[in-house]
C-alpha cells in the first residue's frame, strides 16, 4: 500500500475528531447538567464555567425518595440472568445449526431469521396476555424467561463463529468418545470467547436499558430497575432535571466502563476471526 500525503491524513483525522465532538456533545450536556446548581440548569445562554455541585448526586445515590440501591439491585439481577441465558441458549441452539446434521436444518435456521423481521410491538399484547395468565406478572420471569428461549440475532451471530472451528477438532473429541453435549461445553464454548463476549455484552446492553419490559410487567415500585426508575423524576407538574441527569449520567457508566475494558474482544468477535494459526 502506497503511503498516504500527510495533508491527507491531517484532513481525515480532523473530520472524525469533528464528528466526535457531535457525538461526544449530548454526554457532555449531561454530565454538564448533573453537576449544575439548579438555579443555573435553565439559564439563557447556558453556563459552562460555574462551581460544581454534588448535590443531585447526592440527592440520588443516598435520597430517601428515590431508592438507587434497590433498583441497581434489580437491574444487576436482570442483566445477570438474562446474560446467562442468552449465552446457554443461543449457543446450543448455534451448535445444533452449525455441527448437528438432522432434518429440515437449513429450512428451520431459515425460519429462525425471517421471525427477526417481526416487530416486538406486534408480539407485545399476545406476550402479555400469555405471561398474565401464567402469573408472572409483576415479577422478574418475564424479563428472564425469554432470554432462555433464544435469540435469532445471537443464534446466527454464534453459528457463523461455529462454523470457523476446525471440523479435525470435533473428529478429534468424537474418537475420545465425547457426545454433542461434551463437545459443546469442552470444545466449542472456550473456544468461542470472542463471540461469547459480544453476545453477552449485546445481552446486558439490552437488559440494561431496556424501558418498555418492566415498565409493562413490573408494577412495584420495589422491583423497578434503574431505566424504568428514571421516569420518576417527572411528574404531571414538573421535572427535576438535575436529579434526572445525575441517575442518568450513573446509569450510563457502566456501560462506557464495560465498553473500554472488553472493545478489543468485542471488535474480534465481531470480525468472525475465528481460530489464529
Known sequence: MKPRHPATVIM??????LFSLVFAFPMAWLLVTALKPEDLIFQYPPVWVFPPTLKHV???VGGDVFHFKTYLANSLFVCEMTILGTILSCSMAAYSLARIRWSWRQPVFVIMLSTMMLPAQVTMIPVFVLFKQLGWINSFLPLIVPAFLGSPFFIFLLRQFFMTVPQDLMDA?????CGHMRIWWQVMMPLSKPALATVGLFAFLSAWNDFMGPLIYLLDENRYTL???????????????????AASAIMTLPIIVLFFFTQRTFIQGVKMTGLKG
Open 58 to 60: 447526592k440527592d440520588v
Open 12 to 17: 481525515v483525522y480532523t473530520l472524525l475528531g
Open 227 to 245: 431505566s424504568l426508575a428514571l421516569a420518576m423524576f417527572r411528574n404531571q407538574y414538573d421535572t427535576q432535571y438535575g436529579p434526572m441527569m
Open 173 to 177: 473429541a468424537t474418537v475420545d468418545g
